[in-house]
């Protein structure tokens, strides 16, 4: 019963900005990885950003510069901070993360997504 919720999701207009959170709930030890992915109508679901348990990121191309993941280990939620927003960051966006589970086996999970809709 592990569940990854993402929230602040929205509609902005071009050039706006928004804050996505993810907080990562029920029975397991620890997470280590954790990421943002999109998918935006008729294409394939696409990195945004991930970053690790010590703090490494890494982007996608189409972002750099205008996104930034964080992560609160002590609140299990990771953050995607995202400004200058382009009609074409209009997508459903999902949190990834590996989690150590029942047993110790460490496994990746997946949040429900928040839509992000970038239009004037």
């Known amino acids: 019963q592990v569940q990854l919720v993402e929230s602040g999701g929205g509609l902005v207009q071009p050039g706006g900005s928004l804050r996505l959170s993810c907080a990562a709930s029920g029975s397991f030890f620890s997470i280590s990885d954790m990421g943002w992915y999109r998918q935006a109508p008729g294409k394939q679901r696409e990195l945004v950003a991930t970053?690790?348990?010590?703090?490494?990121?890494n982007y996608a191309d189409a972002v750099k510069g205008r996104f930034a993941i964080s992560r609160d280990n002590a609140k299990n939620t990771v953050y995607l901070q995202m400004d200058s927003l382009k009609p074409e960051d209009t997508a459903v966006y999902y949190c990834?993360?590996?989690?150590?589970?029942?047993?110790?086996?460490?496994?990746?999970?997946w949040g429900q997504g928040t839509q992000v809709t970038v239009s004037s």
């Open positions: 970053i690790t348990t010590g703090g490494s990121t």
């Open positions: 990834n993360a590996k989690m150590l589970v029942r047993n110790y086996v460490w496994r990746e999970y």
